[in-house]
């Protein structure tokens, strides 16, 4: 009775935003989309219940002891030796990050009802938080790689969809491009650790490649196999986490508004690289390299972090760059073997993150209050480090701070060489078809402009 | 002994459009327009028929006392099975959206009689396994299209040209097969059959009529003509079953730089028309990789990958017809604003955009899926290309969504909603994708089925060489 009632507690818990965004979905295909107040009343009985939903479960897998609890959806679809279980793992892991999701999307639900108020595009903004709902809660929750993947795809849709939620301008729509670039090039590393960890286990149940239980694994993965498909892994957290050297589009990302900057970029989505280093830690265990990598990566991306987020005069891309600092930390902590740790690191900082978030439009008005408490201006933090360095050396510092270490210009010197090739391609089409089109022959002109 | 089923299913299938062509020959547009789309019903409730009494019994088989052909070839020609049975529907089916959503400033009666034509001649393709009836019906379906970029008179005689020579090369190739199969020439026949069939399909570096066909001819016309992928039709009752390891070996080398040269080049266009054919040749030329890679996921991977680019490239082709009909030339290198004028438009236009791609919920996910599996045994390395393609592929897609639909509101633009008759057709083809790409289970079961036939058929020729 209690494994059933345990089991449909998670199927819930990723049912109920899937019916939400069913609901939302529906009602504007057929031109007939909620009221605010419906909307807001569906969105706070849904994430409540789910949140409701897995509190209970967590508590419910105290006496269950349910370690490594799987759970099947069925079998989605089955050709040749392939079959595709839709498999959920509930264990400590995913009921705490997925408890911590339903809560915090939840209040950004709240809070957005009335940050867009009356904004056009209030039904746009929550069929995208719900689709963001899912996905992130079928990475969290996933038994197996390819439900990852299909999390991990919602995540970067709805993401991109966001930032350019104030399409009217061409920045929020140009950023939001740059994300999704990002997002699809690092998300080949995801594709293809799922496509290999298919080819050895035939299966992408995560049981066939992590092991009995989380933290533990041992992974059956031999070590060249947990390389490959780790360095994949990484490469992809690299994307999503918005590691070196794809920093840059998390400051882009802060177009969007707020509340979901809070949701996406100060807690959930930008946590989802350093969750899937952290559920596939048994792999990580097995290969020592990519560990030493995710370190690399981790501590480059804080100093980075760090010294351009203090640069940065607008409230947002400040915190967009403090969290950077703290996800790096957070991959040195994965790297280094911890497990439990950050696990907690991302937990707090994902609920202080999105408070700040939250709370900067209202910046201006909360240092007055601070500074009307202490009598006078707040003290500037951290000048006892700046003055450890020459003069000379911290101009070049700032100004490399100011600039972002130039990260998207470097992405810019590999991306504009191949858009080159293309369009000589694309003129050598052209003259192709010219020519065999009798152009010349006739001097009829071929229309370009579609 | 098979039980037999004597109904004239499919020679009506066929007869309906025709009827309904000549019926309209000096009827006016409207007329027509009513005519195409009690046609096009009629055919997807008769498709929808064939394809239940089918999976009610699949023993059954079908006696069709009107087919047209029997006398000539001594058997019967129209047949209707695994393959054949869903490919009707989804012929049917787009062939009905592509009529109810035509716009009204591009309509012609002429343009809606050669729909007709094309959605007859399709049909037929379809339920006949006839090669010499295929190489007909390969010819004549190529005929809508060369009429309609005559008729754009001087501006479109380029690209008739290209159309033209590719189209005659292709079909000389299929022809010249199709004679030589089973004779001395067997190889000579087969590099025919592989030719034709990567003409057609637009593969690398046989493909440049198919972006001067988007770009040029009416969207209508050219989505009907591609989005069914009879050249996968093609691949997969003549080629599959019988040509040599080698030959199939090129054409996945080949679709696998098509997919990525394609969605590469979509990424450079400037004309929303042209962006779109580069992403159509990229998505369908996967179709023909699954299939190279003859494995049951492979071959299951691409009978699903076809059916599902299919319905979201031609969702995709047709949102940008009646988008153009309100706006005219569209571009993909500025903003063009507008999404509040026309909000469901921009949405359709997302749903088939990613379910072009594979996006997770729609049934081009799974397909992908299959595809992926089935070609990492097969071409370990280039299936990294196949994923790049893809990601390409949906960079492509958002930049043509992005340009099209956001920037600056339009002052003071009148509204540009859909109609209740465009509102339904591309609901229906969003309902078959998203349903399926929920609930894939029926749909890649049935296809599985198909896949292990086509395995087998090629195991025996195989054994029999």
């Known amino acids: 009775m209690s494994w059933s009632l345990f089991d449909a507690l998670v199927k819930a818990a990723l049912g109920l935003p899937a019916a939400l965004l069913f609901t939302l979905g529906a009602a504007s295909l057929l031109s007939r989309p909620l009221t605010e107040r419906l909307t807001s009343a569906l969105a706070r009985a849904v994430f409540g219940l789910t949140a409701l939903a897995l509190l209970i479960a967590a508590g419910l897998s105290v006496p269950l002891e349910a370690q490594h609890h799987t759970i099947s959806l069925g079998h989605w679809f089955v050709a040749g030796a392939t079959s595709f279980e839709l498999r959920l793992l509930a264990d ?13 999307i939840g209040v950004v639900a709240v809070f957005s009802d009335r940050y867009l108020h009356r904004e056009p595009g209030y039904n746009r903004y929550f069929v995208s938080l719900c689709l963001f709902s899912l996905g992130i809660l079928l990475v969290v929750l996933a038994g ?8 991990w795809e919602m995540v970067g849709l709805s993401s991109a969809l966001l930032i350019a939620f104030f399409h009217e301008r061409p920045a929020p729509v140009r950023n939001g491009l740059w994300t999704l670039a990002v997002y699809r090039t690092t998300d080949l590393g995801l594709l293809g650790a799922a496509v ?35 360095a994949l892994l990484l490469f992809a957290t690299l994307g999503k986490g918005a590691q070196l050297p794809f920093s840059g589009w998390l400051a882009r990302a802060m177009e969007g508004p707020t509340p979901s900057s809070a949701i996406f970029y100060g807690a959930l989505s930008v946590h989802a ?31 980075h972090a760090t010294m351009v987020g203090r640069a940065q005069s607008d409230i947002k891309t400040a915190l967009a760059y403090a969290s950077l600092t703290q996800v790096g930390i957070i991959l040195v902590e994965i790297g280094l073997g911890l497990r439990w740790i950050p696990l907690i690191h991302m937990l707090g900082h994902a609920s202080v993150r999105s408070l700040q978030l939250l709370r900067s439009p209202s910046l201006l008005h909360d240092f007055q209050r601070l500074e009307v408490a202490v009598g006078g201006h707040l003290p500037r933090t951290g000048r006892y480090l700046e003055r450890l360095l020459p003069p000379r050396v911290r101009r070049r510092l700032y100004a490399a701070a100011l600039a972002r270490w130039r990260l998207d210009e470097l992405l810019l010197r590999v991306i504009t060489p191949a858009l080159g090739l293309l369009r000589a391609l694309d003129r050598l089409e052209h003259r192709w078809c010219a020519w065999l089109g009798g152009r010349a022959a006739d001097g009829s002109e071929v229309r370009r402009d579609g | 002994m098979t039980a037999e089923l004597t109904f004239p299913l499919l020679s009506l299938m066929i007869a309906v459009p025709l009827v309904a062509a000549l019926a309209t020959a000096l009827g006016g547009t409207l007329v027509t327009r009513r005519a195409a789309i009690v046609a096009a019903l009629i055919d997807v409730g008769l498709a929808i028929a064939a394809l239940v009494v089918h999976l009610a019994d699949p023993s059954l088989a079908l006696a069709d006392p ?7 070839f001594g058997h019967p020609v129209l ?51 006839e090669p010499a009836v295929m190489a007909a019906m390969w010819c004549l379906g190529a005929l809508p299209p060369l009429l309609e970029l005559r008729s754009a008179g001087a501006a479109g005689r380029p690209a008739l040209r290209v159309f033209a020579i590719y189209m005659g090369a292709g079909a000389a190739a299929f022809i010249g097969g199709v004679a030589l199969t089973g004779g001395e020439h067997g190889l000579l026949a087969s590099v025919l059959l592989v030719l034709a069939v990567m003409i057609r399909k637009g593969i690398f570096p046989l493909h440049s009529w198919m972006p001067e066909l988007f770009e040029h001819a009416p969207l209508g016309v050219s989505t009907l003509f591609n989005a069914p992928q009879v050249g996968a039709y093609v691949a997969a009752t003549l080629v599959i079953p019988s040509e040599p390891a080698a030959a199939l070996d090129v054409v996945g080398v080949a679709s696998i730089i098509t997919a990525l040269y394609g969605s590469a080049m979509a990424l450079v266009q400037r004309g929303a028309r042209r962006a779109y054919g580069y992403i159509f040749m990229s998505q369908s030329a996967l179709v023909m990789l699954g299939f190279e890679c003859l494995s049951a996921e492979g071959v299951t991977g691409a009978l699903a990958f076809w059916l599902s680019s299919g319905v979201a490239l031609a969702g995709l082709g047709l949102a940008l017809w009646v988008l153009e009909a309100r706006r005219g030339a569209l571009r993909v290198d500025r903003l063009h604003g507008g999404y509040e004028r026309t909000p469901l438009l921009a949405t359709m236009f997302l749903v088939f955009g990613v379910g072009t791609v594979g996006f997770p919920g729609t049934y081009g996910f799974v397909g992908q899926e299959m595809l992926l599996d089935g070609a990492v045994h097969v071409f370990p390395g280039l299936s990294v290309a196949v994923a790049l393609a893809s990601a390409l592929g949906g960079l492509a897609v958002m930049r043509i969504y992005f340009s099209l639909f956001t920037g600056a509101p339009a002052q003071g633009g009148l509204t540009q909603r859909l109609h209740r008759r465009e509102r339904l057709g591309f609901a229906l083809l969003g309902a078959v994708l998203l349903v399926f790409g929920i609930w894939p289970r029926p749909a890649v079961e049935l296809q599985s089925a198909v896949a292990a036939e086509l395995l087998r058929a090629r195991a025996v020729a195989v054994e029999g060489r």
């Open chain 1, 92 to 104: 400590p892991l995913s009921l705490t990050f997925s408890t911590l999701c339903v809560v915090l």
């Open chain 1, 144 to 151: 197996s790689i390819e439900v990852v993947f299909a999390g």
């Open chain 1, 196 to 230: 290999l960890i298919h080819h050895i286990a035939h299966t992408g149940n995560f049981d066939a490649f992590l092991g009995a239980s989380w933290p533990e694994g041992p992974s059956p993965l031999s070590s060249g196999q947990a390389s490959a498909v780790g």
């Open chain 1, 273 to 303: 690289g350093a969750f899937l280093l952290l559920r596939m830690g048994p792999v990580l265990d097995q290969a020592p390299a990519v560990a030493a990598m995710a370190v690399v990566f981790g501590l480059g991306t804080a100093i």
């Open chain 2, 66 to 72: 009107l087919d047209p052909l029997t006398w000539l």
């Open chain 2, 79 to 129: 047949r209707l099975d695994r393959l054949s049975a869903p490919l009707l529907v989804f012929a049917a089916l787009i062939s009905l959206v592509a009529v109810m959503v035509a716009p009204r400033t591009a309509l012609r009666a002429s343009l809606l009689r050669r729909n007709l034509f094309a959605q007859a001649v399709l049909l037929a393709t379809f339920a006949t396994r």
